[in-house]
């Protein structure tokens, strides 16, 4: 039997597999009464978080929305064919190639490394700008500058929003703050089958075939995109940290799970409602009762399908906060913003201090969690 036949049958028996384990699942949901269709990729994902997921709280209904592929039963077909036969016929995919070359801003990934200008450079999704590297900055000669509201602090390389970065002092009921734009301006997609994962080509070594996969044609817009998410995936953690690429829900559950345990609760900003305005703090709520702590961070990343960056962001604290319109003084938006309370290893120009006036390890700085970013902390009971 031919190597091509063989990685057929070897695929027609997976798929089998694959079919008999969910039939049997939803055979079980069917027999509890369960209306929900037991055999789409938002049930499967909701079975999942059950027995991975040691508490009752409620489950993320954003992440829930994105369990299902985006590719068709054709492009399931031909990653399929590409991974097992290495052929040149690929799925399309639908990517915006309207990205200008120059419209890429900074966003948390790293939270204040600096010293080897690591930083990951993205289509304007997050308000503050890229991070300078130490051979761009006299130390002795850095003017750190206040952020007045309504007032952008400018400087030879970055274009800061108001409110990007703030003190832990300004999260309680009855603060008037900026809010930065905290859109998310990626097009939409949705996570890949699990199984599907490991099949496509994901890593610098096999750059050629992602381009091939994905039609990138040389210096394209397209081509920058599969090059800065795998740079970014690739790159060494930083002290303390712990990080992984996810492309399917099922993996960003096994990594918060591994980092925090399983009594774990997901979080994020509900909406993008007071960007760029000044907006009325109203009740605000401290996660795990303002103890310090640890969180799993997970930013999404630029990609023809979700990817999300993930990492272990330690000596934290965590809000949640009712954001209200100022005017009319109605509910708008509930953020979630998380301070860093050790900031003694951060680069000396990093952004937040020259918003906030000071510098390395004399000041916790804070920020809010972006549109369809995503924090995991533990449970709070």
């Known amino acids: 039997m031919s190597k091509p036949i063989k990685s ?34 938002k049930a499967h994902l909701n079975r999942y978080w059950n027995m991975k997921i040691n508490n009752n709280l409620p489950k993320s209904h954003f992440l ?68 300078p590297s130490n051979t761009l900055v006299n130390k002795k000669k850095l003017a750190y500058k206040k952020m007045e509201p309504g007032n952008l602090v400018i400087t ?18 009855g603060t008037v703050m900026s809010m930065p734009d905290i859109t998310n301006k990626y097009p939409k997609t949705k996570f890949l089958n699990r199984n599907l994962v490991p099949k496509i080509p994901f890593s610098s070594s096999k750059f050629s075939d992602m381009k091939k996969m994905f ?19 690739e790159r060494k953690p930083n002290l303390g940290e712990t990080k992984r690429c996810v492309a399917s ?22 909406n993008y409602k007071g960007s760029k305005q000044n907006i ?19 930013h999404q990343k630029l990609y023809p399908y979700s990817l999300y960056y ?10 949640e906060a009712d954001i209200l319109d100022l005017k009319t003084k109605k509910k708008i938006n509930h953020g979630v913003a998380i301070c860093h309370l050790d900031t003694s290893s951060w680069f000396v120009g990093h952004e937040a201090f020259r918003v906030l006036g000071s510098g390395p390890g004399q000041i916790e700085v804070c920020h809010w969690i972006f549109e369809k970013d995503l924090i995991w902390t533990n449970a709070d009971h």
């Open 249 to 270: 829900a099922e993996d960003m559950i096994d990594f918060a799970t591994s980092v925090l345990g399983r009594d774990v609760a997901l979080r994020k900003t509900e």
């Open 8 to 41: 057929l049958v070897f695929f027609f028996f997976w798929l089998l597999a694959i079919l008999n384990v969910t039939l049997a699942a939803a055979d079980h949901d069917l027999k509890k009464g369960n209306k929900e269709n037991p055999l789409t990729p």
């Open 156 to 173: 030879k390389t970055v274009k800061i929003q108001p409110g990007t970065f703030f003190r832990e002092s300004m999260l309680k009921s």
């Open 64 to 131: 829930l929305s994105k369990a299902s592929s985006p590719l068709k039963a054709v492009d399931l077909a031909n990653f399929a064919k590409l991974a097992t036969q290495q052929n040149d016929k690929s799925p399309r995919f639908n990517v915006y190639e309207d990205i200008g070359k120059n419209d890429w801003n900074f966003n948390f990934n790293n939270y204040g490394d600096g010293k080897n200008n690591q930083s990951t450079m993205q289509p304007s999704q997050s308000a503050a700008g890229p991070q």
């Open 215 to 233: 039609h990138a044609s040389d210096n394209s817009a397209l081509e920058r995109i599969i090059k800065d998410a795998v740079k970014d995936c």
């Open 310 to 319: 993930c990492h272990s962001v330690p000596d934290v604290v965590a809000y």
């Open 280 to 298: 009325l703090i109203g009740s605000v709520k401290r996660i795990n009762g303002g103890k310090e702590t640890k969180v799993v961070s997970c």
